[in-house]
């Protein structure tokens, strides 16, 4: 079976509309979600597989329908997130015109909570649910030797009128037994980021699951339970990587620092086999300390990016944060000390925020003067608590996603917490958060003094027009 595994471009993201100059100027992301698959069928089958990074090579859409034609695909497959799912609509349309005998599968977190809706859209075959590398493996076998797929576990397909679903596969819980993404079927050097030194860079999932209890967040097709990799399994990784020329990486668990003796374990191996790699990684203000920040310096740790949220107590209760300001200063404090950069989330829109509540938020940001500081609207996503929490308040009237997974369309505006602001006052106030941390005069001289080369002063300075430009893009 010849398999084309496409990411679609962002021309339409649903999730779009916040000024975000700091993302936009980082460069793009490895598809892992597809690369995972794609590894999975290389290791353990005879398909042929491909890959189509549509938003990396920045594709147009004949192009993209060039691209597909001429692999002469079987199947199809997508990743979908909700944000993504016109674009990815789009590119079911070019299929069945371009390979019209291929069949469409679509996985990822949006049809995990929209299955019944997301089969019944024009031009898809499949749906695989959860992690999808076991589901679609069965799933390529299966179609290839025509045989029954009652039998596959994760998977939602329609037999006439009938929509049949095998209900949710079991979780990974030995990931050391999935195999790497296969990095090797795409262009590397694709990859980059203003956060790292050098480049090609690459991202890097060492666990799964996140057992934090965030009111905002939600990972469906992931699970709340922790599923770590074995420092041994993460180093061969790397050092695959590092085969391929990259030597940098964004470490993106949700929470790389669940598990102490894990991060031990993975920093004192990459010291020990000497390396030699700078990582970015996500982590919670309440997992860290000097004996865990140090050792990660030491492994080549350059930056750190925590979720902060909000600059009061009461916000960082409705989130359930489960973090205190005073902690976030120590922790920010103590991680400048020892050398590693910093990225600290901030949301503005949350449920019960004022105005005085945002402008706060806004002095703790510069308050804690971290590195880069990434700012959004808060997005009420569906299968979260405070999804539920608008649903049942009537702050949201109508279940809006769901709607929108049966009816993806253009000009869908997602919802907002409009409870004390409109939406054009919130993106008043996301711009000036971002124009008071980023113009301040002794945070443009330090970031000027840390250029070390031509490239970084480009990467930089496109990010700075960016920002200083964020009005007359609203």
């Given amino acids: 079976m010849r398999v084309l595994l496409i990411n679609p471009p962002r021309n339409n993201e649903i999730i779009g509309n916040n000024p975000n100059a700091l993302e936009e100027s980082r460069g793009y992301n490895p598809p892992l979600g597809i690369l995972f698959l794609a590894g999975y069928l290389q290791e353990h089958t005879e398909h042929s597989v491909k890959i189509m990074d549509a938003q ?72 695989v649910l959860g992690e999808g590398e076991r589901t679609f493996r069965e799933l390529v076998d299966k179609l290839e030797a025509k045989d029954d797929l009652e039998n596959i576990s994760g998977l939602v397909f329609k037999r006439g009128r009938k929509i049949i679903n095998t209900g949710f596969p079991e979780m990974v819980n030995d990931l050391d037994a999935l195999s790497f993404p296969a990095r090797n079927l795409t262009d590397v050097k694709l990859y980059d980021s203003v956060l790292m030194p050098r480049s090609p860079v690459t991202t890097l999932f060492t666990s799964r699951g996140c057992p934090y209890v965030c009111s905002f967040c939600d990972r469906p097709h992931l699970g709340k339970k922790f599923r770590a990799r074995s420092a041994d399994n993460v180093i061969a990784e790397i050092e695959e990587c590092k085969r391929l020329g990259i030597r940098d990486f964004l470490i993106y668990d949700d929470t790389f620092t669940v598990r102490r003796d894990r991060v031990f374990d993975i920093c004192r191996k990459i010291i020990d086999n000497k ?38 107590e009461k916000i960082l209760r409705v989130l359930r944060k489960g973090i205190t300001l005073e902690q976030a200063e120590d922790v920010f404090r103590l991680t400048h000390r020892i050398g590693i950069k910093t990225l600290a989330y901030f949301m503005i829109g949350s449920p019960s925020e004022t105005k005085e509540d945002i402008e706060e938020t806004f002095r703790f940001a510069k308050k804690l003067d971290s590195d880069y500081m990434h700012l959004t609207i808060l997005t009420p996503f569906p299968g979260t608590e405070i999804y539920r929490r608008g649903m049942e308040s009537g702050v949201i009237k109508t279940d809006v996603w769901r709607e929108f997974a049966k009816n993806p369309h253009l000009g869908f505006i997602p919802p907002y917490w409009s409870e004390n602001f409109s939406l054009e006052e919130l993106k008043s106030l996301l711009i000036q958060g971002y124009k008071e941390f980023y113009r301040r005069p002794a945070y443009l001289f330090k970031r000027t003094l840390e250029v070390r080369n031509c490239r970084e002063f480009g990467r930089k300075f496109r990010a700075g027009i960016r920002l200083l430009t964020m009005r007359s893009r609203q």
């Fill in 56 to 127: 990396a090579e920045k594709l147009s859409w004949a192009e993209i329908g060039a691209r597909i034609a001429n692999a002469k695909p079987d199947i199809v497959g997508l990743t979908v997130m909700t944000q993504t799912l016109i674009d990815v609509m789009r590119i079911v349309e070019i299929s069945h015109v371009k390979a019209p005998r291929a069949k469409v599968v679509l996985g990822g977190p949006h049809v995990h909570l929209f299955p019944g809706e997301t089969i019944t859209l024009p031009g898809i075959d499949y749906v």
């Fill in 275 to 312: 390396l030699d790699i700078h990582f970015d990684a996500r982590a919670r203000i309440d997992t860290v300390d000097d004996e865990i920040l140090r050792l990660m310096k030491e492994a080549g740790c350059q930056g750190i990016h925590y979720g902060v949220e909000a600059g009061t």
